[in-house]
Nanobody, 120 residues
Framework: QVQLVESGGGLVQAGGSLRLSCVAS????????MGWYRQTPGKQRELVAY???????NYADSVKGRFTLSRDNAKNTVYLQMNSLEPEDTGVYYC??????????????WGQGTQVTVSS
């Protein structure tokens, strides 16, 4: 059984920073891509960033230069360091992991979502 647990959201003033974490628990798992989406008010869910197994990253234009994605494969964890936060970054952030459990196929597993609120 696989479980994803997110942490690190909260309320911060514009210009501040937050660090989100997402850890996958379970045995006999292998993780390929890891990343974060966000659901902001009035918009569709959008991809924020993802990181490949080998460590290459891709960011949405709106967060380039401000957000940094990293992963710790030994801990099955992905981190999203968010700096210079703007009110437009407010939303619910969801991590996803492209994960293989046992001998099954790779499948996207999702976290429960964590609220990020940036005040102006």
């Amino acid at each position: 059984q696989v479980q994803l647990v997110e942490s690190g959201g909260g309320l911060v003033q514009a210009g501040g920073s937050l660090r989100l974490s997402c850890v996958a628990s379970g045995t006999d798992i292998r993780i390929a891509d890891m990343g974060w989406y966000r659901q902001t008010p009035g918009k569709q869910r959008e991809l924020v960033a993802y990181i490949r197994t080998a460590g290459s990253t891709n960011y949405a234009d709106s967060v380039k230069g401000r957000f940094t994605l990293s992963r710790d494969n030994a801990k099955n964890t992905v981190y999203l360091q968010m700096n210079s936060l703007e009110p437009e970054d407010t939303g619910v952030y969801y991590c996803y992991l492209d994960l293989q459990y046992g001998v099954g196929p790779f499948y996207d597993y999702w976290g429960q979502g964590t609220q990020v609120t940036v005040s102006s």
